[in-house]
């Protein structure tokens, strides 16, 4: 996948996403919930996604191309060369890290909105 397919394929993930450069110019960010799920640098190709930790360490065992990722908690963060991983995992990872972020995000809301109700 190149950078404009890695771009679409994170749109398509829900109606709820939006992106923005919070960082710099070149580090494309990915939320769902006004929460990270996927960084993308627009310069070198690598992209930072959320996994669960044991998974996150069986890939980076398994693949060359999964590192800890750079700037990130190593426990939940890997980092991938895009250019090397396959689309079809790739599109994997970034699904199943979006799942990852949209979980939790959606449970925060609920959180929220409980807490609204109780205190009003």
Not at 12 to 39: H, R
Request: proline residues 3%; contains cysteine.
């Amino acid at each position: 996948m190149d950078i404009e397919q890695i771009r679409i394929f994170c749109l398509s993930l829900g109606s709820e996403i939006e992106e923005c450069y919070p960082f710099d110019d070149t580090s494309l960010v990915f939320k769902t919930g006004g929460k990270m799920f996927a960084l993308l640098d627009i310069q070198s190709a690598w992209m930072a996604l959320k996994c669960q930790p044991e998974q996150a360490i069986a890939l980076r065992e398994e693949y060359e191309y999964v590192t800890p990722a750079y700037h990130f908690n190593k426990k939940h963060w890997n980092g991938i060369d895009t250019v090397h991983a396959p689309s079809a995992l790739l599109s994997q990872w970034i699904s199943n890290s979006y799942q990852l972020v949209r979980k939790k995000a959606k449970k925060n809301i609920k959180n929220y909105v409980f807490l609204q109700r109780i205190l009003l």
